[in-house]
């Protein structure tokens, strides 16, 4: 197995499947794996892959891409990086899982639903890999200027985004409690698209830091002391993964498994939330790191599909 094909994109935008495509490709480059992301100029080569794999979460891109896929590629596979795919229950997400050899899913819930339908080409993998992890921080950039006694709570969202009238990053939420919370917590709110703009203005309070720009989101965590991830719906955030690499412990809703090293807290539940925040604030808590995936684990994935039958039945 020595090539793979990309669908998906790289940063810029900033956000969590372009940061995991990022990730991936570093990782192959890192085991001498050919790989390259889709472009039109691949329709005029005549050059076939062994493995197509897909990055993309509206359904229509994965069936095209799919289609491409077993013109350029022996193989196809999807990496499906939220929590609303069902081909247990949905007849079209059925008949995508059935046209992939593979598929690599990133949290439990996703998981069960596609080992009812076909367990035998699924995988649980983190979103990002060690091979591909560079240029780790180990000096904190001065974002913004911290105060004594102070403990600082990161909040980010890559862009304002709904599903179903519902934000989806929760940062609503989060806005709410800010006159409940502690004199001395402050809320740093990245905001690298500046979508909260006009409501951040409206809130007139001081124990707020606003960062509309992109940062090394690396180096802003070793400048907090929590990171919390109030989502409506999730995969399995890169952001989380980095923060537990940076031994900052994390906050979440329970929308999905989290995993070890990560603290829940029942989903809009602000008193549940408000507890759990005072509990690893004043108890100093460090989070346990959790372990990143070898970008090996995928290769050999990779080399198990090359191996089967692709006979497909629809």
């Known amino acids: 197995m020595d090539s793979v094909l990309i669908f998906g994109k790289v940063p810029p935008p900033i956000g969590g499947v372009t940061k995991s495509v990022e990730n991936t490709l570093k990782a192959l480059k890192y085991k001498h794996i050919h790989a390259v992301l889709f472009s039109f100029s691949i329709l005029f080569s005549l050059r076939k892959y062994d493995i197509a794999h897909i990055h993309y979460l509206k359904r229509w891109k994965i069936l095209a891409a799919l289609f491409l896929g077993k013109f350029f590629a022996k193989r196809n596979i999807l990496t499906y990086h939220g929590s609303d795919f069902y081909p247990d229950t949905k007849r079209l997400d059925q008949y995508i899982y059935r046209l992939l050899d593979g598929v690599v899913v990133l949290n439990e819930l996703v998981l069960k639903r596609c080992q009812y339908l076909d367990a035998s080409k699924v995988i649980l993998l983190t979103p990002i890999f060690q091979e591909g992890l560079t240029n780790q ?146 108890t100093s808590q460090i989070s346990n790191k959790r372990h990143l995936n070898s970008i090996c684990t995928l290769e050999k994935f990779y080399e198990q599909l090359l191996k089967k039958d692709n006979t497909c039945v629809v």
Do not use: W
């Not at 989806?168 to 006159?179: A, E, N």
């Not at 090293?261 to 759990?276: A, L, V």
């Open 137 to 282: 921080a180990s000096k904190a950039i001065s974002y913004f200027k911290k105060e004594k006694n102070t403990k600082y709570i990161l909040l980010y969202a890559s862009r304002k985004d709904f599903f179903n009238t519902i934000e989806i990053y929760g940062c609503y939420f989060i806005f709410s409690l800010l006159k409940n919370l502690p004199k001395h917590y402050t809320l740093v709110f990245l905001d690298p698209n500046k979508s909260y703009n006009d409501d951040i203005k409206k809130i007139k309070m001081e124990n707020i830091v606003y960062l509309d720009k992109p940062v090394d989101f690396s180096n802003l965590l070793l400048s907090v002391d929590i990171y919390i991830r109030p989502t409506s719906r999730d995969g399995s955030s890169i952001a989380i993964l980095e923060a537990l690499s940076t031994n900052i412990p994390v906050l979440a809703s329970d929308v999905v498994d989290r995993g070890a090293g990560i603290e829940t807290y029942r989903y809009n539940d602000r008193q549940d939330f408000i507890n759990k925040l005072n509990n690893i604030l004043t």
